[in-house]
């Protein structure tokens, strides 16, 4: 700075400055931030140079260019800095000015490339080709980038940029492949050619980091698109002893087990066949136990106590829950050791009341009831902790779902046909939840209605469906009936029992989804019509109502009960209206809500079976037409809503069509 004038040793001192500060910048260090930030010091070229015409060579399009890469990578360094010391002021500008040297190195970079003559060298073409490869992947030009990445790593291995080349190619057709739509040519395209660079990759530079960062995107890739042969493929490119395995038998494991649940959600004739979900489940054990091992040795991170967690899950699943406290209570990585410290990787959003579930479970099914006892008090707390104005209704609703996760196992043990595994865990929450509703003090409305929630799921899990009802199912819905009466007692002698008025509502709601399958309907009806002249509104109400008409008309001498089931009862005398709509009304009064899409397809899909079910009492054309008309409520749907509610759903009304088609003895081709 000292130097004054334009003078030759001065443009060479700055030229010698720059250069320096250059090389510095290029690696990671102490050094690489300062020195890129002294790069946008005006003194390094941040004016335009007095001779500013349009380059007229290689060399001198390619020096521009980077003059004007430099300047905005030292650009977004400074502005960093500023951001992170609070000086906001220049932000604005600062962007500006970065996308329009962003566009100037573009713009150069691409004139270079078309001034390349006899004697311009290999290295400098490619060094531009990476360049300004880098320069589309940041503009979002996103298939140049993979292009010209993909040409550059294949066509000159050995160049300066092939790596990153072949870095930015993965990561650019990761992009095209996650924004293409599901099942369309662009994204097979996309993933063809991911496989292609990452085969290569692996052949070209198998000692390198690249090669295990290649086969992760495309495991990941996989495992977004659910397809889980394929990312078993891809987890077995990568080396056991690659520092990217563990992570992958992580992601790999927990999709596995995701999978497993989300056929456990279908009905069973719409599940993969049973042996498939069971190897599910083996991939799934085997695949994080070995996955947390490898993982031991790294920082604990988020993955690693979801898989943990996950693992714990799996070995209750399985009925094995002194095998599930092992995994939460380990000492070091355990997903309810890291709860209790207060881990990072544990404060993720839900995580630790999914964790508390877990540990409850656990330990209620092993019959460790003073850990359950204190750990159900921990997640009371939790919850009141969050300070949330519905904190109450939200541990209702944990409550809730703990029973149906029971209810989930009961029923998986019973596919499987684990009859002792099943005696174990009922027995342990049995002993639990009597000793829960039977002591003297301490219990609230949230704590009863976790034991009739339970009961009820213990009841659900026994219960194969059906008519018949096996004593263990009878034994737990009766146990679930006796809480939630007791509850409605409660909250008619105190007032403030119930955290709000209106859950009493839910209650009778369930209470009457106990006696359905107790067979008692009528009594069940009374309860509902009791919410409903209330709360008419109230779908969950409404569709526990037609569901139960429906049961009822499969009972002897009551078939026309399926009418009712399909367009509602109870007349009121004050409104002249029925005070159960039916599924008829149901489906059309959500129809247009978001919310819920699951009602409206379960209110449609069962207004089908029961205009089936009626059909069948029927004789002759009778019976033709009510066939005629249930299969048109299922084409009425496809033709409506083609994607017919998702996955499960359109499984659902296909399986359901088809037993149709082959009633009226058309043949059974289901959905088109």
Same mark, same amino acid.
């Given at each position: 700075?000292?130097?004054?004038g334009?003078?030759?040793?001065?443009?060479?001192?700055?030229?010698?400055?720059?250069?320096?500060? *250059?090389? +510095?910048?290029?690696?990671?260090?102490d050094?690489?931030?300062?020195?890129?930030?002294?790069?946008?010091?005006?003194?390094?070229?941040?004016?335009k140079?007095?001779?500013?015409?349009?380059p007229?060579?290689?060399?001198?399009a390619?020096?521009?260019?980077?003059?004007?890469?430099?300047?905005?990578?030292?650009?977004?360094?400074?502005?960093?800095?500023?951001?992170?010391?609070?000086? $906001? *002021?220049?932000?604005?500008?600062?962007?500006?000015?970065?996308?329009?040297?962003?566009?100037?190195?573009?713009?150069y970079?691409?004139?270079?490339?078309t001034?390349?003559?006899?004697?311009?060298? &290999?290295?400098?073409?490619n060094?531009?080709?990476?360049?300004?490869?880098?320069?589309?992947?940041?503009?979002?030009?996103?298939?140049?980038?993979a292009?010209l990445g993909?040409f550059?790593?294949?066509?000159?291995?050995d160049?300066?940029?092939?790596?990153?080349? =072949?870095?930015?190619?993965?990561?650019?057709?990761?992009?095209?492949?996650?924004?293409?739509?599901?099942?369309?040519?662009e994204?097979?395209?996309?993933?063809?050619?991911?496989?292609?660079?990452?085969?290569?990759?692996?052949?070209?530079?198998s000692?390198?980091?690249?090669?295990g960062?290649?086969?992760?995107?495309?495991?990941?890739?996989?495992?977004?698109?659910?397809?889980?042969?394929?990312?078993k493929?891809?987890?077995?490119?990568?080396?056991?002893?690659?520092?990217?395995?563990?992570?992958?038998?992580?992601?790999?494991?927990?999709?596995?087990?995701?999978?497993?649940?989300?056929?456990l959600?279908?009905e069973e004739?719409?599940?993969a066949? =049973?042996?498939?979900?069971?190897?599910?489940?083996?991939?799934?054990?085997?695949?994080?136990?070995?996955?947390?091992?490898?993982?031991?040795?790294?920082?604990?991170?988020?993955?690693?106590?979801?898989?943990?967690?996950?693992?714990?899950?799996?070995?209750?699943?399985?009925g094995?829950?002194?095998e =599930?406290?092992?995994?939460?209570?380990?000492?070091?990585?355990?997903?309810?050791?890291?709860?209790?410290?207060?881990h990072?990787?544990?404060?993720?959003?839900?995580?630790?009341?999914?964790?508390?579930?877990?540990?409850?479970?656990?330990?209620?099914a092993?019959?460790?009831?003073?850990k359950?006892?204190?750990?159900?008090?921990?997640?009371?707390?939790?919850?009141?902790?969050?300070?949330?104005?519905?904190?109450?209704?939200?541990l209702?609703?944990?409550?809730?779902?703990?029973?149906?996760?029971?209810?989930?196992?009961?029923?998986?043990?019973? $596919?499987?046909?684990k009859?002792?595994?099943?005696?174990?865990?009922?027995?342990g929450?049995?002993?639990?939840?009597?000793?829960?509703?039977?002591?003297?003090?301490?219990? $609230?409305f949230?704590?009863?209605?976790?034991?009739?929630?339970?009961?009820?799921?213990?009841?659900?899990?026994f219960?194969?469906g059906?008519?018949?009802l096996?004593?263990?199912?009878?034994?737990y819905?009766?146990?679930a009936?006796?809480t939630?009466?007791?509850?409605?007692?409660?909250?008619?002698?105190?007032?403030g029992? =119930?955290?709000?008025?209106? !859950? !009493?509502?839910?209650?009778?709601?369930?209470?009457? *989804?106990c006696?359905?399958?107790?067979?008692?309907?009528e009594?069940?009806?009374?309860?509902? +019509?009791?919410?409903?002249?209330?709360?008419?509104?109230?779908?969950?109400?409404?569709?526990?109502?037609?569901?139960?008409?429906?049961?009822?008309?499969?009972?002897?001498?009551?078939?026309?009960k399926?009418l009712?089931?399909?367009?509602?009862?109870?007349?009121?005398?004050k $409104?002249?209206?029925?005070?159960?709509?039916g599924w008829?009304?149901?489906?059309?009064? !959500?129809?247009?809500?978001?919310?819920?899409?699951?009602?409206?397809?379960?209110a449609?899909?069962?207004l089908a !079976?029961?205009?089936?079910e009626?059909?069948?009492?029927?004789?002759?054309?009778?019976?033709?037409?009510?066939?005629?008309?249930?299969?048109?409520? &299922?084409?009425?749907?496809?033709?409506?809503?083609?994607?017919?509610?998702?996955?499960?759903?359109?499984?659902?009304?296909?399986?359901?069509?088809?037993?149709?088609?082959?009633?009226q003895?058309?043949?059974?081709?289901?959905?088109?």
């Amino acid at each position: 700075r000292g130097m004054k004038g334009n003078t030759a040793k001065r443009r060479s001192s700055i030229k010698q400055a720059r250069e320096l500060f *250059e090389f +510095v910048g290029r690696f990671p260090g102490d050094y690489q931030r300062p020195a890129q930030a002294k790069l946008a010091d005006p003194l390094f070229g941040a004016k335009k140079p007095a001779e500013d015409g349009e380059p007229a060579d290689f060399t001198a399009a390619r020096e521009r260019g980077k003059a004007a890469l430099d300047r905005m990578q030292a650009l977004e360094t400074q502005d960093k800095l500023d951001m992170s010391a609070g000086k $906001t *002021e220049n932000h604005e500008k600062n962007l500006k000015e970065i996308a329009q040297l962003q566009a100037e190195a573009i713009k150069y970079y691409q004139m270079a490339l078309t001034m390349i003559g006899p004697k311009t060298s &290999i290295d400098d073409i490619n060094v531009v080709r990476y360049y300004l490869s880098y320069l589309y992947w940041i503009d979002n030009d996103i298939y140049r980038a993979a292009v010209l990445g993909e040409f550059l790593a294949t066509r000159y291995p050995d160049s300066v940029g092939a790596r990153q080349g =072949a870095k930015i190619a993965m990561a650019a057709y990761a992009k095209l492949f996650n924004e293409a739509e599901t099942d369309s040519s662009e994204r097979e395209f996309a993933n063809r050619r991911m496989v292609k660079v990452a085969d290569y990759i692996t052949r070209r530079w198998s000692d390198g980091p690249e090669a295990g960062d290649a086969w992760m995107m495309l495991l990941r890739t996989a495992v977004v698109g659910g397809k889980l042969d394929e990312a078993k493929k891809f987890l077995e490119k990568i080396p056991p002893d690659s520092s990217r395995r563990g992570e992958a038998e992580l992601m790999v494991g927990r999709a596995y087990w995701s999978d497993y649940l989300r056929n456990l959600r279908l009905e069973e004739d719409a599940r993969a066949p =049973a042996e498939e979900m069971a190897k599910n489940i083996e991939q799934a054990k085997a695949l994080l136990t070995s996955g947390i091992k490898k993982s031991q040795s790294n920082d604990i991170d988020a993955s690693l106590f979801a898989a943990n967690l996950s693992l714990a899950q799996i070995y209750l699943r399985d009925g094995k829950p002194a095998e =599930a406290v092992k995994v939460l209570d380990h000492p070091t990585f355990g997903a309810h050791t890291l709860v209790n410290k207060k881990h990072p990787s544990s404060q993720k959003p839900g995580y630790d009341l999914e964790t508390y579930k877990t540990a409850l479970r656990a330990y209620v099914a092993s019959r460790e009831l003073e850990k359950a006892e204190k750990t159900m008090d921990v997640l009371e707390k939790a919850v009141a902790a969050e300070g949330d104005a519905e904190a109450a209704s939200k541990l209702t609703q944990i409550y809730i779902s703990l029973g149906r996760e029971l209810q989930e196992l009961l029923e998986g043990l019973r $596919t499987q046909k684990k009859t002792e595994e099943m005696t174990t865990v009922s027995g342990g929450f049995e002993l639990f939840l009597d000793r829960i509703s039977k002591r003297e003090q301490g219990n $609230t409305f949230n704590s009863l209605n976790w034991v009739a929630e339970t009961f009820f799921g213990m009841g659900k899990g026994f219960d194969p469906g059906g008519q018949t009802l096996p004593p263990e199912a009878e034994k737990y819905y009766q146990k679930a009936a006796e809480t939630y009466r007791a509850i409605l007692k409660k909250c008619k002698e105190d007032p403030g029992f =119930a955290p709000k008025t209106d !859950v !009493v509502y839910g209650i009778r709601v369930r209470l009457a *989804e106990c006696l359905l399958r107790l067979g008692q309907y009528e009594t069940a009806m009374k309860y509902l +019509v009791s919410v409903l002249v209330k709360k008419n509104m109230m779908v969950d109400a409404q569709v526990q109502a037609a569901h139960t008409y429906q049961a009822w008309a499969g009972t002897p001498g009551n078939s026309d009960k399926y009418l009712k089931a399909i367009k509602g009862g109870y007349r009121s005398k004050k $409104t002249n209206s029925d005070v159960v709509w039916g599924w008829m009304k149901i489906s059309r009064m !959500v129809a247009s809500s978001k919310e819920h899409t699951n009602v409206f397809h379960e209110a449609r899909y069962n207004l089908a !079976v029961c205009q089936m079910e009626a059909a069948l009492k029927l004789q002759g054309q009778k019976r033709k037409d009510g066939l005629e008309e249930a299969e048109k409520s &299922i084409t009425r749907i496809q033709l409506l809503y083609p994607k017919m509610g998702g996955e499960e759903w359109r499984a659902k009304y296909d399986s359901l069509l088809k037993k149709i088609q082959q009633l009226q003895g058309k043949p059974d081709t289901g959905l088109k």
